[in-house]
């Protein structure tokens, strides 16, 4: 399969369309034969979009021949993750409860990129409510890696990430609650932001863990990524969490380098557990951020072993609130038949519509919000955010920006952990504390290990420093220079 | 030390049907997940002040600004059932006396 319009980036994409040299509907063209091309090997999608996609193209075109300005985000083939409403079209969290939801909105996120042009391709499937680390947990069965079809692409985003490897879009949204954004787009070899707390609305994004959810983006480069924030970030009036701060230029100044820049090498996330391929990508990636004049010191999170344990207390706590609208009376699932009374019928519909990780989840909230338990372990794990948020406070006096890999691990097995779940929710031990801090990070591809398989490094920075997030993560992507191109686009079969 | 759930309860208080297999394998791994999370205690000193948000915001207030709302039918276009323009639910308290 030779390289197509939708192998390209957003940026020449862009330029190629306000030169004249390619349309809307070409581009769409592309990303839709890609799809049929891969979709039966990679299942990223549960819902396409084909009809108002070629609607939403021609419009584009009609009104890009007219000469008016153009935004970077005009005619781009984007695909969302299935927990972002879409006005009319079905939107179903990865569950069976909302197997049939058409919601009557439009997520903030998606608003403002589709205000600006973008094309949506589909929904894309994910672990269900953005519970879990390898797409396993969807209802509507997983999605494969496009670098090892016999391998997760990582989660809870998965549809997303292995959509945009794949080329079946060149960008997509997901959202990252733990990790969900910047685990699988390293297992994928793509680029995958997480920004500030608050930095993009949350209206429209179904909830799951309120204190830690973030929209994020997928792309194939850092300047893709950077164009994308321009777009989302900024005051919703609907999401009283958005922050009402102003959004700088996220393009001017990421050509600056990283000449001077202090990096932080997080030196825990080095130790045992962490793949020998995954520290050598990593360590060679970070000789070149020196290499490239960046001042490289280490750097402790003494208290992010702790930010697991933590999470596993929050995240349920706030999804056993969060999902308890879903009762079989305004939305959603009903359990069939004859029901005694209302509250029979609500314990039906849950037991029924929920997968094993959500109900298990719904669960350890549950009980670590009882009585008699909540300041053991709510109350507990809240101090220890304290202590995370002080940690990073610290390592920022010193530092600029804080590496590590994104994941323990390159992309595992289909079902090779499924039964532990100990042992799935160790993937996100380096991810977790910048959900828990609000910080922004990002995920970039630093290589293949020797199996082939990608390698992700994540960069973080200070609450509401995407600027040097991108300058950094753009001056490390031109020096490393990869080709990254999964094998399932090399061959014929 | 392992931690003793009753799953019943817990089940109870969330609104959620279990099977035997289910309440079974909830109650080995919710003890194995809270022998982890518990850890939280080894650090969370008295001291240390609870963080609800990690970036912390009171009081955000808008300008009360009347806009039309969604329609009757918008609304009740996911409904399982309904009834007009009301949601129609199993019977919810004791009929008679």
């Not at chain 1, 948020?389 to 499924?418: C, M, Q």
């Amino acid at each position: 399969m030779s390289a197509e319009l939708c192998d390209l980036t957003g940026a020449e994409l862009s330029a190629k369309l306000a030169a004249g040299e390619t349309s809307a509907s070409d581009v769409l063209a592309s990303s839709q034969r890609r799809i049929d091309a891969v979709e039966d090997r990679v299942g990223a999608f549960l819902t396409r979009t084909d009809q108002l996609a070629s609607e939403r193209a021609e419009e584009l075109d009609a009104y890009l021949s007219t000469g008016a300005p153009q935004s970077p985000v005009a005619g781009i083939p984007v695909a969302l993750k299935d927990v972002l409403t879409t006005n009319g079209v079905r939107t179903t969290c990865g569950s069976k409860i909302l197997e049939t939801y058409v919601p009557p909105y439009d997520a903030t996120a998606w608003a403002r990129l589709a205000g600006a042009g973008a094309v949506l391709v589909g929904k894309t499937n994910c672990d269900e409510f953005a519970m879990g680390s390898s797409n396993e947990n969807s209802a509507y069965g997983p999605v494969r890696n496009p670098w090892d079809t016999d391998r997760v692409p990582g989660g809870s985003s998965g549809g997303s990430a292995a959509a945009v490897a794949a080329g079946e879009a060149v960008w997509a949204l997901g959202t990252d609650t733990g990790g969900s954004v910047r685990q699988p787009a390293s297992l994928c070899g793509v680029v995958g932001l997480k920004p500030t707390y608050g930095r993009i609305s949350r209206y429209g994004l179904i909830a799951f863990a309120s204190s830690l959810d973030t929209v994020g983006t997928f792309s194939r480069t850092v300047r893709d990524s950077a164009s994308m924030l321009q777009i989302l970030a900024g005051h919703d009036p609907r999401d009283a969490t958005s922050l009402d701060v102003p959004v700088p230029a996220y393009t001017d100044g990421i050509d600056g380098g990283v000449a001077g820049l202090r990096v932080g090498v997080v030196t825990e996330a080095f130790g045992e557990g962490v793949d020998p391929g995954v520290v050598a990508s990593v360590r060679a990636a970070i000789d070149q951020l020196e290499g490239l004049g960046a001042s490289i010191g280490e750097v402790e999170l003494p208290h992010a072993a702790y930010a697991l344990s933590a999470y596993y207390l929050i995240a349920p706590s706030e999804c056993s609130s969060n999902l308890a609208r879903y009762d079989g009376v305004r939305y959603g699932l009903r359990a069939p038949g004859e029901h005694a009374d209302s509250i029979e019928m609500m314990f039906a519909t849950r037991g029924q519509g929920f997968g094993p990780e959500v109900k298990r989840r719904i669960m350890l909230g549950t009980y670590a919000l009882s009585a008699g338990y909540y300041e053991a372990y709510y109350g507990q794990a809240q101090k220890v955010r304290t202590l995370v948020i002080r940690n990073y406070e610290a390592a920022f006096e010193r530092f600029d920006i804080l590496v590590s890999p994104t994941s323990p691990t390159t992309a595992f097995r289909i079902g090779e952990k499924a039964d532990d779940p100990m042992a799935m929710y160790l993937n996100d031990i380096f991810t977790i504390p910048a959900n828990l801090g609000g910080v922004p990070a990002i995920s970039i591809p630093s290589g293949l290990d020797d199996a082939g398989l990608p390698v992700g490094i994540q960069l973080t920075a200070p609450a509401l420093d995407e600027p040097t997030l991108f300058r950094a993560a753009h001056a490390l992507e031109s020096a490393l220079s990869l080709d990254l191109r999964p094998p399932l686009l090399q061959g014929a079969g | 030390m392992p931690v003793e759930i009753d799953i019943e309860h817990v089940a109870k208080l969330a609104r959620l049907d279990l099977s035997d297999d289910e309440s079974a394998r909830l109650r080995t791994q919710l003890a194995q997940i809270l022998e982890h999370a518990a850890r939280v205690g080894e650090v969370a000193a008295a001291d240390v002040p609870p963080t609800a948000s990690p970036i912390p915001r009171a009081n955000v207030y808008r300008e009360d600004v009347p806009e039309p709302s969604l329609p009757a039918d918008e609304a009740l276009r996911n409904a399982p059932e309904r009834d007009g323009d009301r949601f129609r639910v199993p019977r919810i308290a004791e009929t008679g006396a």
